[in-house]
């Protein structure tokens, strides 16, 4: 026989050397609790047609048993009815701050998403179909900031939660004047600052530079109404200006008898640019009723809505179609409550109304991405716990968590503090001020990190374990520690749609965050796109789609891609028993050059050792020389596999399509410490028994 490594060279295979210690277990975990899977808002009657029997079951045959419910309105800057029954506070009006009935009356098949008519920032998280009311160019319409970040509902000074309006340019423009149309409350104590430094780019964190004063540009005694300001005696080159809103005039407007009214600011209009010659003030803020118009971001918007702002293509899942599902596998469920655009009073309904139904809850994970919304710490966190203080009175053993992380590859992606501080300390600091820091009872983000989803996929999976574990190591060096769990509540290749997410790419992906995540301390993680879905084309140009299972239009059942596969290769291979403990090894891969394998294992409950190997190369063969604990050498294994032979996506456009979808491949294998890993693929070997 010739030895491995001559072997290697001549067959063009690249080779790898994994040792496995069971003496050294890193982590004890429950399948059924670590591996989970997310439920989200969809559009207009997508709701009906996903919850199909057929859908359903090829839903629940993968395996994952948790269930994480996502809050698709929260991102899209709307209110939820998480209840179609409940009240408004003008309810004359059918207008104002709803609160969902706690009463158990019909059953909540779906539940929908009302827009902001006071939304202040022109980009959200969701599809884009808002805009800003500061530059809509309506007088009638205005943005209001939250006033549940007002003292009355803090219980601290104004001072700590200033709010913010900044307008992106897009480019450098000269500016040295300024035109607001105030709304009711409008601010009395204001600045007008510009960004002196590198243009903030999303992928580069921090930005250098600072805010600085426009010389001109801050006022103490604020009258309301129309306001033009000459900010600079000299145009000043800036492409980012902000207005620093500090002190309110709690003025309500005409007839108002609900105290929110009149806390916070308020802005119909704002108007940015120059003089010229003669005196007139130039706009250089394009005001338009859609994503056109000049760029601008709030602090926090007002959750008022109508019931006319119904969003008929936000629906969300409602809480008895998913119980009567059976996806829940009678499990406790990952709920959401809204934080940054809904009621305190609304969060603790919710509860209250699961408890009375009899379903049971996981944990409440406050809110969803409040960075991907461009809130401070210090406002997040403030709304946190009002809405913490209300799910208490209701059930006090509750546990809470968050801030689910949009992204955790980079800090906050709007603008450095002035004192240098990162997000999460910041909220971290918040909470352990009021002495709250026992009300954060894990800690959820999301994984997707791989944005551009054009690019060589194999450079992004080679790369991928060392970005995980510098991007933990850093939460860690912020505060972040074991007493807590922690949660990815979604995962997958990227948050854009691209052709790796129904490729091998994507499969081998979702296997690594997994077992990279466990080895890395991590409790649970959610994979999004559980439910049937469809490719489609984002601004890469790309189709593709974080997706398991390709819906049937005609109702039938759905296919199922190659992550559906790695999702149930984890859970019908490398594990036993679900619902019994496991114990992760220690696992060491030696390999020369590129890290092509990677590999994890755990100890079974029925005493066998399940092995789950990634071969990330795209063209060769990967030979593995395993070494296992001596009392595993003489056993027999099962290799399952799953590659090219099993699996082949056709890109077609809307039309492409999974052309072979096969399960992996089950073979008995009498020993198991030498064998190869196909190109591209997922293998699981499990020994003993």
Known sequence: MLPLLVFALLTGEIRAHVIVRSDKPLKRFVPQVAFGAGLDGHEHGDIASIFTPNNIEAMQSVGLKSLSYRLRTELGIEAWHWNPEGRWSDSKRNQGYWISSRKVSKPIEVSFGYSLPRRGSTFD??????????????LSTFWKSNPYLDQRFTGEPNA???????????????INAAKIRWGTPYAVRYRFEYWDGAPRVDEVDPPS??????????????????????LAARPVGAEYVRIWLDESSNTAPLGSKDVRDRLGFAIRELGVGRFDKKGRFQDLVIHRKDSRQTELVASSTDPWHRASDRDRDVEQPGFDLIERSGLTSHLPMLIPVPVLFGVPEDA????????????????????????GQMTLPEDYAALYLQVADRLRAVQPGVTLGGPCFQTTQHEFRDWPDPHGQPWLRRFFAYLKSRNRSQDLGFFSFEWYPFDDVAADPVPQLLSHDELFSKTMDRLMAQGL??????????????????PSEVEMPGAILNADIVGRFLTLGGDTSFLYGYEPGEVIKEKTGAWGNLMDLQGDPSGGAPTRLCTYYSAWLLTHAWCGDQAKPHELCETNVLQDKKPWVDAYSVIRPDGRLG????????????????????????????????????YEWKRD????????????SRVQIKDPTLFSLPPYSLTVLVVGG
């Open 125 to 138: 998280q969701a599809n884009n179909r808002g805009y800003s009311r500061i530059d809509d160019g309506d």
């Open 160 to 174: 700590k939660h200033p709010q913010w309006i900044v307008i992106d340019f897009g480019k450098s423009q000269k």
């Open 209 to 230: 530079g600072d805010w600085k004063p426009f010389p001109t540009g801050s006022r103490t005694n604020g009258q309301g109404g129309v306001e033009t300001l000459a």
């Open 348 to 371: 603790a309904n919710e509860l209250a109304w699961l408890k009375a139904r009899g379903y049971p809850v996981r944990g409440v994970e406050m809110g969803e991405e409040p960075d």
């Open 481 to 498: 520690t074991h007493d807590i769990p922690w949660m990815i509540t979604e995962y997958g290749y990227s948050a854009f749609a691209g």
């Open 611 to 646: 092995i789950m190997l990634l071969n990330r190369n795209p063209k060769a063969n990967a030979r593995v020389d395993l070494e296992l604990p001596l009392a595993m050498r003489s056993r027999p294994g099962v290799l399952y596999q799953y590659g090219s032979r099993q």
């Open 653 to 664: 456009g809307a039309n492409g399509r999974a052309i072979r979808s096969l399960p992996p």
